[in-house]
């Protein structure tokens, strides 16, 4: 029997291939993105990891089993200890100004994730993180496999193929598998789908500041 996780994922396959052929991956990938483009996209990611921590806040204080608890417990400590840090310091090494703008796009991405955290159940919010996390490790596994110059864009998409990070995607799939029922599949589907719709625009933003900012 298909995994209701995998079939998400087969619902989900055409916003999927859109955002792994997006403009941005693509442009890690072969080297052309521009370097102002990443460090606006520095900055929005920065907001939305501190974002990634309530939304894991939510999930633990929503898990139902102890085991899930700790799990999540351990995936915000990461984020707080391991990822902050990476922004802190490029940030400072290469001057980038955190001051800029935030775009509608960049804001709705937010707050939709976070929408779905506070008021959705646990399935819900595990399918959310499940649609960025399986995303990322995908574009970053394949982007790690071309030869990066930049070491600040490397080190990111490494942290993104990593065993650690790998881990976590799988854990969230393996926590829809085993606590979700066949009758849930199309709410998560629609949760998977908007959230990937959120992905495609949070990356358009970097690419194009001028006409998303405010
Ligand atoms: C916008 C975005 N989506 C997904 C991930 C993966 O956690 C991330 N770091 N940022």
Redesign the pocket.
């Known amino acids: 029997m298909t995994a209701l996780s995998d079939l998400i994922l087969a619902d989900n396959v055409e916003g999927l291939d859109r955002m792994l052929d997006h403009p941005f991956v693509r442009g890690i990938e072969d080297g052309t993105l521009p370097a102002g483009a990443y460090h606006r996209y520095l900055v929005?990611?920065g907001a939305?990891?501190e974002t990634?921590i309530a939304i894991f806040a939510y999930a633990t204080a929503k898990a139902p089993d102890l085991a899930a608890k700790r799990w999540l417990i351990g995936v915000q400590d990461a984020l707080a200890r391991e990822?902050m840090p990476y922004f802190e310091e490029i940030f400072a090494a290469l001057g980038v100004d955190t001051g800029i703008s935030i775009p509608d796009a960049v804001r709705a991405?937010d707050d939709g994730m976070l929408r779905i955290a506070r008021d959705g159940d646990f399935a819900e919010i595990v399918t959310a993180?499940f649609a960025?996390?399986w995303?990322?490790?995908t574009w970053c596994s394949r982007a790690a496999s071309r030869p990066i110059a930049d070491p600040h864009i490397r080190r990111w998409v490494e942290l993104?193929a990593g065993a650690d990070?790998e881990a976590q995607a799988r854990w969230l799939k393996a926590a829809i598998d085993d606590r979700a029922i066949p009758a849930d599949r199309a709410r998560l589907s629609a949760v998977f789908g908007h959230v990937t719709a959120l992905?495609i625009a949070?990356?358009d933003a970097p690419l194009a500041p001028e006409t998303q900012d405010a």
């Open positions: 929005y990611e939305f990891v990634a990822q991405f993180m960025a996390e995303m990322y490790w993104h990070f992905e949070f990356h």
